[in-house]
């Protein structure tokens, strides 16, 4: 058997970054042990350290949304070049064959657009991507359709990716197994489901040790889960079709764990419980803290937790004296109705509240999250809820207001059964609606809104608590334009998207397009001339600021060439041969040169060092639009 394989594993912006990334340690340590040589990457961190100014407000969780959008990752891609090129060469560097990324909602387009220059630079490469985003239920088959992408894991990939290396060791190539998609000969070959990893106990501990914990928001903290799965079967939630059969690590095996990550880096007093639900086994807690008390260890954790009558005081009191700091409780309603209809089973609300209560008095931080608009929720349990919160204020230390409402996922009993809860058929996992048209995207932003208005006055303060959601008018504009086609209500919004907040691509184009349905080109236009004028974005009217994709053509003149444009001979120009060229000079892509003149790329053609933009139209004249003049590249504004 050969095993020379190495492997790169990577998480890519944007997820957390208190500590390194669980996912990928899990499975790098899963590997190590089995011998293959495996590289950790935590690009989502290396980029915040690299990111400018302006950009590094986007790993706030309130921006989420930003890397869930296609042109702004790939417009933060094109402000990072020389990053990205880093990267890729200490990624490249190790000699991995195979890279593997970590796949959730906020990491898709990264990956894809990472896998893309890894085949264009190394053809060689394989590319596995894996997580909870490159399940069925969200875009596996999206990604596995993605002409970079080799082959995708589905669910845990603790024993089919060491299996499917294995299999590439041996035989050059992968093989059909459970848990794997993957291409062979143009034909997608589904492996179909595994059965979920038998003990959570043999797993080997996550492995940190290709990470800087100094270079972390919390260099004292590291990851730990303690199941998968989970015990409730919620109506709205896809945990159990992810994960499927409950399972969890005994006390021992968590706390062995404990021992072990404490010893080999002793600054760490922090464990944060990164898993659905840390309380599934009330045994299992309970060995756990004896364990931990006995051996006078002393570490603060805590983590998300279910609302369940056997949080008594008793066992919360145990649960402190271990060292648990704070506790999250997915109360979502304050409304016993709706609580009802999510199949919350185990809590009512008089049972949350107590909770709540034991929780406070044990000194455990008590954090709340809470949900918008769920179908069966009328404005009267949307009181409710206000009501809880206002009520129940003395024993909350933070709150987290969902912050996409209620969304419904594929293959949750919610999807599955949409008139069961009044919801039109075939529901937008976002813009769905009630068939009485009473509950629809704006109403669910408008309760949030109000949610978080009620906190402010509370002085409640938490993830997703604020006066006004930073992308809200590109959000309902998004709504309006793509869901509803309702360009006059979509014009209002990234109107006031681009008076309030500035210069954004997405906005401008959406806001020129509405002119253009609604005639009203002129006001269009209007805007156009004002962010887009003379080489110059300005962020806000008025505010003037260097445009990003401004280019020069090369120095060159001779027989051929003025100023790096062709002579008559063709419609052409070129510049420096580089990935930010290659990656921001594409066909159909439009320019503007100095003189005002615009072209669209028709192709282009690396030469060496060069690389040769073809244009249409006739020749330019190098001594007029040649360097040092300057050209703007359109992120596709005509
Ligand atoms: C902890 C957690 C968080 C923490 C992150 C903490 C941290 N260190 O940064 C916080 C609270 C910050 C968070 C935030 C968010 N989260 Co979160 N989070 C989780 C949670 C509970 C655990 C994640 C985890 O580490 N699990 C443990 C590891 C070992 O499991 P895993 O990552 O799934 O990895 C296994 C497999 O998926 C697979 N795998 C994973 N990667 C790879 C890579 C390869 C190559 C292969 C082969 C296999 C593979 O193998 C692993 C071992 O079996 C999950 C739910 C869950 N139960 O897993 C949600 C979850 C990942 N989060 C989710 C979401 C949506 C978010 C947010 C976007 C939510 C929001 N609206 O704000 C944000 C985004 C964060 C950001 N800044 O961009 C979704 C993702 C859904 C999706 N389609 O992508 C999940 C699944 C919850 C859910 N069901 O909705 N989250
Ligand atoms: S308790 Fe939480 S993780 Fe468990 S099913 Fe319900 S929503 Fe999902």
Not at 119 to 145: D, R, W
Not at 165 to 188: A, E, V
Not at 603 to 614: N, Y
Request: hydrophobic content about 35%.
């Amino acid at each position: 058997m050969i095993r020379n394989n190495k492997i790169a594993l990577v998480m890519c912006p944007c997820w957390g970054r208190e500590s390194p990334p669980l996912s990928i340690s899990l499975l790098g340590g899963n590997l190590r042990s089995r011998g293959y040589e495996t590289h950790l990457f935590d690009l989502n961190n290396y980029f915040y350290h690299k990111a400018s100014s302006e950009y590094k407000k986007y790993w706030g969780q309130e921006y989420y949304s930003f890397w869930g959008n296609e042109s702004l990752v790939n417009e933060f891609i094109e402000h990072h070049e020389e990053s990205i090129e880093s990267a890729l060469r200490m990624i490249m560097d190790t000699g991995s064959k195979i890279i593997g990324f970590s796949t959730v909602f906020s990491t898709l387009h990264f990956n894809l657009e990472l896998s893309k220059r890894i085949k264009q630079f190394y053809p060689e490469s394989i590319i596995i991507m894996g997580g909870p985003h490159a399940s069925l239920f969200y875009s596996g088959m999206y990604i596995i359709n993605n002409q970079y992408v080799d082959a995708i894991v589905l669910h845990e990939g603790d024993e089919t990716l060491p299996q499917a290396l294995y299999d590439l060791n041996k035989n050059g190539q992968f093989s059909k197994i459970p848990g794997l998609i993957l291409k062979k000969n143009g034909d997608i070959i589904n492996g179909g489901m595994r059965e979920p990893v038998h003990s959570l106990n043999e797993l080997p501990f996550a492995d940190y040790s290709d990470f800087d914990l100094s270079t972390y928001s919390n260099p004292h903290r590291l990851d730990i889960f303690s199941s998968r799965s989970c015990i409730n079967h919620c109506h709205y939630c896809d945990e159990r079709n992810y994960f499927q059969r409950y399972r969890f690590r005994s006390g021992k095996n968590l706390y062995d764990e404990i021992v072990y990550q404490t010893a080999k880096y002793p600054s760490v007093n922090f464990f944060n419980f990164s898993d659905s639900v840390l309380n599934g086994s009330i045994d299992a807690i309970r060995e756990f803290c004896e364990l931990l008390i006995k051996n006078n260890i002393n570490i603060r954790w805590g983590g998300q937790a279910v609302i369940r009558k056997e949080m008594t005081s008793d066992l919360l009191h145990l649960m402190r004296k271990a060292g648990c700091s704070y506790l999250s409780y997915g109360v979502e309603s304050g409304s016993d109705k709706v609580l009802e209809s999510m199949n919350k089973k185990r809590f009512t609300v008089e049972l949350a509240s107590v909770v709540l209560k034991e929780t406070h008095n044990a000194n455990i931080n008590t954090y709340v999250n809470i949900m918008f608009g769920y179908p069966t929720e009328t404005e009267n349990d949307f009181l409710k809820t206000l009501y809880f919160i206002k009520q129940n204020r003395k024993w909350i230390d933070a709150v987290s207001p969902s912050q996409s409402f209620t969304i419904i996922v594929k293959n949750t009993y919610l999807h599955d059964h949409p008139t069961e809860f009044n919801v039109e058929p075939n529901p937008h996992h976002l813009y769905w609606k009630t068939i009485d048209g009473k509950n629809t995207y704006p109403i669910r932003f408008k309760r949030y809104e109000l949610f978080c208005k009620l906190c402010i006055d509370l002085e409640l303060t938490g993830v997703g608590v604020v006066s006004e959601k930073i992308d809200k008018w590109q959000l309902l504009g998004e709504y309006y334009y793509e869901n509803e086609k309702d360009y006059s209500n979509a014009l209002e919004c990234y109107k006031t998207d681009l008076l309030q907040n500035g210069y954004s691509p997405k906005s401008l184009e959406r806001f020129v397009a509405c002119c253009k349905v609604l005639d009203k080109v002129d006001e269009g236009q209007a805007f156009i001339n004002i962010f887009q004028l003379n080489k110059v974005h300005p962020k806000k009217p008025g505010e003037l600021l260097d445009c990003n994709q401004v280019y020069s053509t090369s120095k060159h003149t001779d027989e051929n060439w003025v100023n790096g444009v062709a002579r008559s001979w063709a419609t052409a120009f070129f510049v420096a041969n580089s990935i930010h060229a290659r990656s921001g000079l594409t066909v159909g892509k439009t320019i503007t040169f100095s003189d005002g003149t615009t072209r669209t790329i028709v192709s282009t053609k690396e030469d060496g060092e060069s690389l040769i933009i073809f244009l249409e139209g006739v020749p330019l004249d190098g001594t007029v639009v040649g360097y040092p003049k300057k050209f703007i590249v359109h992120s596709g504004i005509k």
